[in-house]
């Protein structure tokens, strides 16, 4: 089993920065893709960014150029910086870990608002 601990959530004023971590524990193989997912009320969960072990990242249009996915393969940790954040970026921001053998594992969640 894979555990995923988020932290770095909180209140922002638009145009703000914030930055979230996600710590993976466990049976974790070297081979992984990490990932953070987003969802808004009342909307279904939605791809923000991934990165491979090897640190090949895809992004959703919607946060290129704003958001930065980083990862410390040996702290099993990936990173979301958060710039010029909007209101339409609030949302409950969830890890994941995909372990390529089929298994995927979720994190509890971190709210994310952003005040207008």
């Known amino acids: 089993q894979v555990q995923l601990v988020e932290s770095g959530g909180g209140l922002v004023q638009a145009g703000g920065s914030l930055r979230l971590s996600c710590a993976a524990s466990?049976?974790?193989?070297?081979?992984?893709?990490m990932g953070w997912y987003r969802q808004a009320p009342g909307k279904e969960r939605e791809l923000v960014a991934r990165?491979?072990?090897?640190?090949?990242?895809n992004y959703a249009d919607s946060v290129k150029g704003r958001f930065t996915i980083s990862r410390d393969n040996a702290k099993n940790t990936v990173y979301l910086q958060m710039n010029s954040l909007k209101s339409e970026d609030t949302a409950v921001y969830y890890c994941?870990?995909?372990?390529?053998?089929?298994?995927?594992?979720w994190g509890q969640g971190t709210q994310v608002t952003v005040s207008s």
């Open positions: 466990g049976r974790i193989f070297s081979l992984n893709v």
């Open positions: 990165i491979t072990s090897g640190s090949r990242t």
């Open positions: 994941n870990l995909d372990s390529l053998t089929g298994l995927n594992f």
